[in-house]
C-alpha cells in the first residue's frame, strides 16, 4: 500500500534549499513572518506546507499531489542546469517546457492563490448582493466561500488549467536577471510574482496575455528568471545584470507584497520587510482584501 503524504509542500523543498543554509545535515531558511513581524530560522521540511492541502475527500490517491510531483522531477534537471549555466539557451526544448509547466503550477498551487481565489469570491458575493437574486443563488455563493469549495475550485484549476497558462507563458520573451550586489534576492510562500508597469486599467493588468506583462521568479538568491510580454519587451537582452541594490529591492518587495505569510532569505536581514508591514499593516493579515468588484 503507498503511503500518503500527511503534510503537503506548496513550495518544493528542493527549490527553497537553493536559499538555504546547510547545518547540521539540515537545510535551513531565514524566514520572516508578516503576520508576527518576527523572523527565525527553519528547516525547509516544515515551512510552506500544510496538512492535507490538497487532499479532497474524492482523491484518495491523492492525485494532485502525485501530479505536482510529476512535475517537480522534470523541473529539477532542467533547474539545476540553468542554475549551472545561467543562460537558458543552453536548455532543449523540453527543458524549457518543464521549466514553464513548473512556474505555471508554482503559480496557483500555493495558499495565497487560494487565499486570492476566496477573496475574488466574496468580493463578487458582496457585489451581487446588492441584486434582486433567487434564494438558491445566494446560498450557492454562500457556499462557494467555503474552505472545501475554494479548495476544490483550486485543484480544479490545478488539473485543468496549467496546460493553458503554460501553453500562454511559452510564447512570452526569457530574460535572465543576474543579481551582481551583496544584497540577496529573496524569495517567499508565493514565489512567482506578476508586475505591469505599463498597463494600469484598474481591472486585469495582470493577466498572462496583457500588455507590459511581467512574471518574476527567484532562481537563487542570485538569479532571477523573468518571462514577459513578447511585443513590448522584444529589444531586451537575455541576460541584464542587478547592479543597483535598488533593483534588489524591487524584487524582493514583490515577495513581500504577493506572499501570504512568511518570506525566505540566505541572510537574516529583512529591514525591508519590517518597514514593507509598518507602513501598509494589511500586508499583514492572511485574510487581506486582494481583489476590487465593482
Not at 90 to 100: D, F, G, P, S, T
Amino acid at each position: 500500500m503507498a503511503i500518503k503524504a500527511k503534510i503537503e509542500h506548496y513550495v518544493p523543498r528542493f527549490y527553497l534549499s537553493n536559499f538555504s543554509i546547510f547545518q547540521a545535515k539540515k537545510h535551513l531558511l531565514n524566514c520572516f513572518d508578516k503576520v508576527q513581524g518576527k523572523s527565525f530560522r527553519v528547516d525547509i521540511a516544515n515551512i510552506a506546507a500544510e496538512r492535507r492541502f490538497y487532499d479532497e475527500a474524492s482523491d484518495v490517491n491523492q492525485s494532485v499531489e502525485k501530479t505536482l510531483g510529476n512535475y517537480e522531477s522534470v523541473f529539477n534537471a532542467a533547474y539545476e542546469r540553468l542554475l549551472k549555466f545561467k543562460n537558458f539557451r543552453v536548455l532543449k526544448k523540453a527543458e524549457r517546457n518543464a521549466i514553464i509547466f513548473f512556474i505555471a503550477s508554482q503559480e496557483v498551487r500555493t495558499r495565497e492563490f487560494r487565499e486570492s481565489l476566496k477573496d475574488s469570491i466574496t468580493q463578487l458575493s458582496k457585489r451581487l448582493s446588492r441584486e434582486n437574486l433567487s434564494e438558491d443563488f445566494r446560498k450557492q455563493m454562500k457556499e462557494a466561500q467555503t474552505d472545501e469549495s475554494v479548495k476544490s475550485l483550486q485543484v480544479d484549476i490545478l488539473r485543468e488549467q496549467v496546460p493553458t497558462y503554460a501553453a500562454i507563458m511559452a510564447k512570452m520573451k526569457w530574460v535572465i536577471m543576474e543579481n551582481r550586489t551583496s544584497s540577496p534576492l529573496w524569495t517567499s510562500d508565493h514565489p512567482v510574482n506578476r508586475v505591469n508597469f505599463i498597463d494600469h486599467s484598474p481591472y486585469g493588468s495582470l493577466g498572462l496575455l496583457k500588455t507590459g506583462i511581467q512574471i518574476h521568479f527567484p532562481l537563487n538568491s542570485t538569479l532571477v528568471l523573468c518571462l514577459c510580454d513578447p511585443v513590448t519587451f522584444r529589444h531586451f537582452p537575455d541576460r541584464l545584470e542587478i547592479a543597483d541594490p535598488q533593483n534588489v529591492v524591487f524584487q524582493n518587495s514583490l515577495q513581500v507584497n504577493q506572499s501570504t505569510r512568511h518570506v525566505f532569505s540566505v541572510d537574516d536581514n529583512f529591514a525591508l520587510a519590517e518597514r514593507m508591514i509598518k507602513d501598509n499593516p494589511e500586508l499583514r493579515r492572511v485574510d487581506r482584501k486582494r481583489h476590487d468588484v465593482r
